[in-house]
């Protein structure tokens, strides 16, 4: 609910059982708050207590503050959901008052919305997915590989602009294979984004090299060319030079390929393109997944569109695409028996999961176009509010706002930006931080990290301020406006307490 909607459920003790039955029709809530002139929340009324009144005959005009009760049951400001919950059904009751250190109310959960949660970015199937999947049960083929997997691979190297693509059980895989496919092998270095989820550097370590982490710039949210050039700078004077440079397409968005493929260039060092998150984006006219040597995407359950699980690589070089699927089929060498000369992997996408993509991938730009109206709503429906950065969108760059991102100014960012995740949690919306990045990852302690300039950690700063909103495409105008009415509450358009009653 948003502000005016929780003002109008605190009422002064005067107020009559009249005036409260009138509040509890207008608001619909069931339950009202019952407010001293100091703030502090007395007591609640419900629908059942102005029941029992009437039966008893109790005057419409008497206060409500003259009314029976006990303490009001209530939880702190900074409790889980997890205790308004348990306080629920430990009294059989469908709402939970949230007072602060003074007892003053800022805010009510209520059961009925606890089950209506609000996901990050849930699957959105529609039609074309049953009917493919239905063919591939009515014809048997629900192993591993299939006609599904052919087309699905043609389908995706076609809408991308690449000659060729392999159908894989996630993303990781793809770049797992993708390093391999790119030579890295134990001991050796590679350069990746710092600000990415980890399933962009772990295959590093499964092919036993060293990261190297680079930080993103302020424009783009993504690498950063200056950091990327002081980055090899290094790697030249130490005799290091990486095999690649893993550069991440982050939250929908293309990197500036333009400025950081020629760095790559110059050194002689191939790059891997991690668009897990950006399928249907583009960067200067071009398809994001088309700049790398080798480009990996994800269809993971809560990517712009999904196989539930899965991902694909994709490359120009047909050479490349065929050593990546032999690799992904457990390495078996041409031969009637089964026959091995390398180690392989069991990293093939299923021909089922693959239908379910060949029907995802043909509403993609209706997606794409769903996240990114939702991404102006939220613009403009907090446009007012001062202190709001969100993820720019560079000139020529065409981002699938796959999900939604800002930051808020101002030293006590991240204190705010906690505290408005913690007030979508009490409402069962679920929201994130950006990403942390990996050179601050327990993980990968003293792995060489080159940040935007010299005391200037962009990726730092964008998780300490950062905040990732609900995105679905499949989200409903209610969910949209429910979501904006708790975050203008949590960002600060709310009234003071004292004005509450």
Partial sequence: MDAQTFRDLCIAPDRSLQDALEALNRTARGVLLVVGADGVLRRTVTDGDLRRAALEHVDAATAVGRLPHGAPLTIADTDPVAAAVALMDRHQIDHVPVVDAAGRPVDIVLRRELSQRIWLSSPHLGEEETAFVEEAFRTNWIAPLGPHVDAFEREVA?????????????????????????????????????????GSCNPIVYCGARPVFIDAE???????????????????????????????????????????????????????????ESLGATYKGRPSGSFGRVAVFSFNGNKIITTSGGGMLVADDAGLVARARKLSTQAREPAA???????????????????????????????????????EQYRAALADLPGLQWMPEPAGCMSTRWLTCLTLDGPDAQSRRDAVLRQLERHSIEARPVWKPMHQQPLFAGAPYFPHDEGHDVSARLFDAGLCLPSGSNMSAADLDRVIGQLRRALGASTRHDALV
């Fill in 158 to 198: 076609a809408y991308t602009g690449t000659g060729h693509a392999a159908a894989l059980s996630s993303g990781t895989a793809a770049i797992h294979l993708g390093l391999l496919l790119l030579g890295v092998q134990p001991g050796d270095t590679v350069f990746c984004s710092s600000l990415t989820f980890v």
């Fill in 218 to 276: 302020p424009g783009s949210w993504n690498m950063s060319p200056a950091a990327l050039e002081r980055a090899f700078a290094w790697a030249k004077r130490e005799n290091r030079l990486p095999r690649c440079v893993i550069v991440v397409n982050l939250y929908g968005q293309s990197a500036d390929m333009e400025a950081l493929l020629p760095i790559c260039d110059r050194y002689g060092v191939p790059v891997l393109e991690d668009a897990a």
């Fill in 337 to 375: 028996h089964y026959e091995h000369r390398e180690v392989g992997f069991n990293y093939r996408m299923s021909n089922v999961l693959a239908g379910i993509g060949r029907g995802q991938l043909r509403v993609l730009p209706q997606r794409v176009q769903q996240r990114r109206a939702i991404f």
